[in-house]
């Protein structure tokens, strides 16, 4: 194999955007996209020059031209379509959050795990020039021993109880959406957390409308995070260490530019801006990843997903929130 023939599962607004990024990628092309509706599919084929589209996830599974699956429908179908493509050999990219219990990511990591397939987290925070660098200043040690992580990222969502932001069902709330974002942040930097608290406010639907998360780690480093479907915020995390802090400007998720303060020094700001919309990085990721017959990746790796997916958990729980997972099994 040479190249990578991709398919989209879940002709959405985020996909498109995705889509256009694979023109970076010389060794890589969309060839299949599906839907539960033949006339969305057919419409988002045709906008992004797509030569096939499904009427059925089914259909996209058993396709034996495609070699990967980007799914992006909404978190509670992520994993019945994950579990059937598993089982047909096709490689993934899913999107975050990777589903809505830790239990049901679990099942996909063991399932890709048995069926030796790369499977990864579309977490692109993680691919982002800026981040990569600023990886590279925390292990050489620019800020010293890091310490703790301080950030948020919120919405002003329209308050409409007919939107998915929230229905349940439809793994709606901040918590999928956007707090993923800061968890994984910080579990990219300290690995998996020991503590996890949570306070926060649901919707009448059930679903969390924004949180404060505090989590800790016995050597007693910290991150403090909030997120918000009601308050519009900068979205900005902050890195303290104890010879300075990094601060990774708005909106840190997918930034071009991070400002290094060392004691005692002036400021100094890195640009490194992603290629195209910011997405051609993790798609370069599983392409390098399913053409080197690798079974994951070392940046984004499954046990990093099933632990911000255990934090996610844990701050349903702590909300009394009770996440709706979808089935096993592809109609």
Request: charged residues 20%; aromatic residues 6%.
């Amino acid at each position: 194999m040479n190249s990578v023939r991709w398919g989209v599962v879940g002709p959405g607004r985020i996909a498109a955007k995705v889509v256009r990024d694979f023109a970076h990628l010389p060794d890589a092309e969309v060839v299949a996209v599906a839907s539960r509706s033949a006339e969305r599919a057919q419409a988002f084929a045709a906008a992004n020059g797509i030569g096939r589209a499904h009427g059925s996830y089914r259909a996209i599974v058993e396709d034996d031209e495609v070699d990967a699956l980007y799914i992006a429908t909404p978190h509670p179908q992520h994993r019945a379509v994950a579990l059937a493509a598993l089982k047909a050999g096709k490689a993934l990219l899913v999107e975050k959050a990777f589903t809505v219990t830790p239990a049901a990511t679990r099942e996909i990591a063991a399932a890709a795990t048995e069926a030796g397939v790369f499977v990864m987290e579309a977490m692109w925070t993680r691919f982002q020039p800026a981040v990569v660098r600023l990886r590279e200043l925390l292990a050489a040690g620019a800020i010293g021993d890091v310490r703790s992580v301080q950030g948020e990222l919120g919405v002003n969502a329209p308050i409409d109880p007919q939107d998915r932001f929230y229905n349940i069902a439809a793994g709606g709330g901040a918590l999928f959406d956007l707090t993923v974002y800061p968890v994984s942040f910080a579990q990219m930097l300290f690995g998996a957390p020991d503590t996890v608290v949570a306070h926060g406010t649901l919707a009448p639907s059930g679903v969390d409308v924004e949180e404060a998360v505090l989590l800790g780690w016995a050597d007693g480093r910290t991150a403090s995070l909030f997120t918000s479907l009601r308050c519009a915020t900068p979205g900005q995390m902050r890195v303290f260490g104890s010879a300075g802090w990094i601060d990774v400007l708005p909106r840190f998720h997918h930034p071009d530019t991070i400002v290094l303060h060392r004691t005692g020094r002036d400021p100094e700001e890195i640009t490194a801006p992603a290629t195209g919309a910011g997405y051609a990085h993790e798609l370069r990721e599983v392409t390098d990843g399913v053409l080197a017959g690798r079974p994951e990746s070392a940046v984004m790796p499954l046990v990093d997903t099933i632990a911000v997916q255990d934090v996610l958990g844990a701050v349903a729980d702590q909300l009394g929130m009770v996440p709706q997972e979808g089935p096993a099994e592809l109609p």
